[in-house]
């Protein structure tokens, strides 16, 4: 399993135990009653338009059908995409390249530990100037840009 996939999974178990969809569903409920009845006077005011009070009904009647089964749903995608994403590694033989990338860096701090953090200090000042040199580069660029439209005047009024 990746490391994202559990991460999110912890975070559906957790608000799973909480019980917190149903007082989401609730505040849904209310919100999309809200807003049906929003869009019947605004149906209303725009002359009783039959069509747009057809559509926002049937946006309630949808959001009316998914609330209850919103959590259900939301794990169904979800289980859906971590299977799709299971057939990928499992087709390339790769794996997760996250927990290899730190398995990578531990290793690599196991061998080098602190001097690798003292090859960063020595090559600070090159790269700084670096850093000045790129920044230089990137103003002329910036200059050239911005100096465009002010040429591009001139050449209009020279050749009126």
């Known amino acids: 399993m990746f490391y994202f996939q559990q991460?999110?999974?912890t975070a559906l178990n957790g608000i799973d135990t909480a019980k917190r969809y149903g007082r989401c569903a609730r505040c849904r409920r209310d919100d999309s009653s809200l807003e049906f009845l929003y869009s019947a006077y605004q149906a209303f005011a725009s002359g009783?338009?039959?069509r747009m009070l057809a559509i926002?009904?049937?946006k309630y009647l949808i959001l009316g059908l998914y609330s209850p089964t919103m959590a259900r749903c939301f794990a169904t995608s979800n289980g859906m995409f971590n299977s799709v994403a299971n057939s990928f590694t499992n087709s390339t033989g790769v794996g997760d390249l996250f927990a290899n990338w730190m398995?990578?860096?531990a290793?690599?701090?196991q061998a080098n530990g602190n001097t690798s953090l003292w090859?960063?200090?020595?090559?600070l000042a090159s790269g700084v100037i670096s850093l000045i040199l790129i920044l230089t580069r990137l103003s002329y660029f910036l200059f050239a840009i911005s100096s465009l439209p002010s040429s591009m005047r001139c050449m209009a009024r020279c050749s009126t």
């Not at 090859?119 to 090559?123: A, H, I, K």
């Open 103 to 105: 398995n990578q860096l």
């Open 107 to 109: 290793q690599y701090w």
């Open 48 to 50: 009783g338009d039959v």
């Open 7 to 9: 991460l999110l999974q």
């Open 56 to 58: 926002s009904g049937i």
């Open 119 to 123: 090859n960063l200090v020595t090559g």
